[in-house]
């Protein structure tokens, strides 16, 4: 299964300014001369006409699903846009956005698929207001906008005791210039089911792409995942998975990050029933200025469960990577053991990783651990391998492909490996030239 390889350039201008550094406007924004008027326009915290509830009921759909949109574009109407202020958003980059200067646009996606057995692949015409549920009690403007524009919801249902035998493949395209899109994918695996969901997100100008992605995986089921970031180097992606595991049930979920130029993935394992099991890895890599966001929570509620998180990156160039993530576990979460890890190296001086693991525990009777670290390429590794005659760019190249590789070798679709290993590649000879 080959995935769409990121351009290893990425088409960045490496003259441009740092991440931190003041004078960078907002994504979108032109600079504002003279000496009445401030360097920037502000971003505005307010919905703004191009969002207005008449906007969004004239993209397409069914009429339930156009009710459904409208209601989520009047609860983006009073609500106000996250801010660093707040735990979550800490480090973003959320205060360059515009919506100012984007307009919604409907999205589709692409589905790929084999033998589906009696496993059902249903989109909007072929679903009713109950297939998604209830919009979320509460939420920020992302979370209404993204419901308010997700017009080609795609929903995965697999009944109980069903084995789809090979991977779903869902398309997304990154938003075009001046775009504001959504997508939205739900899987349901019944009891005792088994099915594997490749999730891509490629193209896209320097518009912003608001995905959702929610797995429920029933008793004794068996869930593998991969999301793979390939976006277009000017690309915004700021999206959520949420992962709900039943009793006895198993859900690996990995994640890549290549493309884009902030792109940001939350991530929530909600263990739910006794000996649920939630693995989680991701491998990002950053260059140019781009900013590679992630933040997990693995939350224990139920006793005996299990969750192992590896996340690991790499950043050149000027660009940043943020990884923040909470282990909580209830007071009933009695016999948990949750890992968490996240390693991360720099490639060049000016590049910079921000990594905050943190525990919340409730009970006496677990096992939990978190481990984070940041820093350059090891230099005994270096010496060793230039040791036996390798050149140093060769020698640095194998090192960071190596690092990886411990989070390739762990995703549940093996058809992938190769492919995003491609990726890494590209990335390095580009780099590391």
């Known amino acids: 299964m080959a995935v769409p390889r990121p351009d290893p350039a990425n088409g960045r201008d490496r003259g441009s300014a740092d991440l931190g550094d003041a004078r960078r406007p907002p994504i979108g924004c032109e600079q504002h001369r003279g000496p009445d008027r401030p360097s920037f326009r502000e971003v505005r915290e307010v919905p703004l006409s191009a969002f207005s509830v008449d906007a969004i009921a004239r993209l397409a759909g069914p009429q339930w699903l156009v009710d459904r949109r409208s209601d989520a574009a009047e609860r983006f109407a009073s609500s106000s846009l996250p801010s660093t202020e707040e735990d979550v958003w800490r480090y973003s980059r959320i205060s360059e956005l515009d919506l100012d200067r984007l307009a919604p646009t409907a999205a589709t996606a692409t589905v790929e698929h084999g033998d589906l057995g009696r496993a059902t692949i249903r989109r909007a015409d072929g679903l009713d207001a109950e297939a998604l549920g209830e919009l979320p009690e509460v939420g920020d403007a992302l979370v209404w906008l993204h419901h308010a524009l997700a017009v080609d919801p795609v929903v995965v249902d697999v009944p109980v005791g069903v084995t789809v035998p090979d991977p779903i493949v869902v ?71 949420e992962l709900s595991v039943a009793e ?49 929570f693995q939350d224990h509620v139920a006793p005996d469960t299990t969750s192992n998180l590896l996340f690991k990156g790499a950043v050149s160039d000027r660009s940043r990577s943020v990884y923040t993530g909470l282990i909580r576990v209830g007071k009933e979460a009695r016999g948990t053991n949750a890992f968490q890890t996240n390693r991360n190296i720099k490639l060049s001086d000016d590049a910079w990783a921000e990594s905050i693991p943190n525990l919340m525990i409730e009970n006496n009777d677990v096992h939990c651990s978190h481990a984070s670290a940041v820093g350059p390429i090891d230099e005994e590794q270096r010496f060793y391998l230039e040791s036996r005659g390798i050149p140093t760019v060769v020698a640095e190249r194998l090192i960071v492909a190596g690092f990886f590789a411990e989070v390739l070798e762990q995703l549940p679709v093996a058809d992938l490996r190769a492919s995003l290993d491609a990726a890494v590649s590209s990335k390095l000879r580009a780099v590391l030239a």
């Open 248 to 296: 006895q049930a198993t859900v690996t979920a990995g994640l890549a990050g290549f493309g884009g130029d902030y792109t940001r993935t939350r991530t929530d394992c909600r263990l739910l029933g006794r000996g649920a099991t939630g693995d989680l890895v991701a491998a990002y890599f950053g260059d140019g200025d781009q900013m590679l966001d992630y933040r997990t």
């Open 171 to 241: 398309r997304h395209q990154g938003a075009g210039a001046g775009q504001a899109t959504a997508a939205r994918l739900l899987v349901r695996a019944g009891a005792d089911s088994e099915v594997r969901i490749v999730e891509v997100f490629e193209g896209g100008g320097d518009g912003i792409l608001l995905p959702a992605t929610e797995i429920t995986v029933g008793p004794a089921a068996r869930v593998g995942y991969v999301g793979a970031q390939l976006l277009d180097p000017a690309s915004w992606s700021v999206g959520t998975l």
